[in-house]
């Protein structure tokens, strides 16, 4: 039996991905958590099998969050579940440590599959991620703008472009006003942007 963490700060969510497993003979929802905190303290109490994970999580994020999980070296798997497309987080979660990625419009087979292939000790995108990845080996592919940033510079970067003011996003990461100012600083200045209006502009005509 595979035991799974969902971890999403909606608890709409939380119920329709239990009913969607319901099905499922060989996968239980042991256990919920709704934020950051919660996870690591539920991955500290019992065992689990596949964590499911939201990247939007309340504090300081899915990615910081993901980053903890394999600091504590558990014989767990992470799958990320998101609202975000692939070309924009898949890699930067798959380097920080999960097993797979799968967009929460996925269909409750794909979502099965998911858990199943990263429970067994595999790894899951979709085939378009898988042609990216393999389309870029070997090449010389120059970065966009954004791609140059880290982990966490990118999440800065990302509340930015949804118009959250320096304290807003100080306060939902558990940052100073300062630190997150510096972080302004660098995304500006990797990016080639002088102004918060240029960022929000490059976020949208990127998709982003």
Do not use: W
Request: glycine share 8%.
């Amino acid at each position: 039996m595979i035991k799974l963490l969902v971890a999403d700060d909606h608890p709409i969510v939380r119920r329709g991905i239990r009913q969607a497993l319901s099905e499922t003979d060989d996968i239980v929802v042991a256990d919920e958590a709704g934020n950051c905190a919660e996870i690591l303290e539920k991955l500290r109490q019992n065992q689990f099998d596949v964590v499911l994970l939201d990247l939007s999580m309340p504090g300081r994020g899915g990615i910081e969050v993901l980053k903890q999980i394999r600091g504590m070296q558990l014989r767990v798997a992470v799958l990320v579940l998101s609202i975000f497309p692939e070309d924009q987080y898949a890699i930067r979660a798959l380097r920080a440590g999960a097993s797979g990625y799968v967009m929460k419009s996925c269909e409750a087979d794909v979502l099965v599959r998911a858990i199943r292939k990263v429970a067994a000790g595999g790894r899951f995108v979709s085939e378009a991620m898988v042609e990216k990845l393999l389309g870029g080996l070997g090449k010389d592919v120059e970065k966009a703008p954004h791609e140059l940033l880290s982990d966490r510079e990118y999440e800065v970067f990302r509340r930015i472009a949804r118009g959250e003011s320096v304290r807003d996003i100080a306060e939902s990461m558990a940052l100073s006003i300062k630190t997150v100012s510096t972080y302004r600083g660098r995304i500006l200045k990797k990016m080639g942007l002088k102004s918060n209006a240029e960022l929000i502009h490059y976020a949208v005509e990127n998709e982003l």
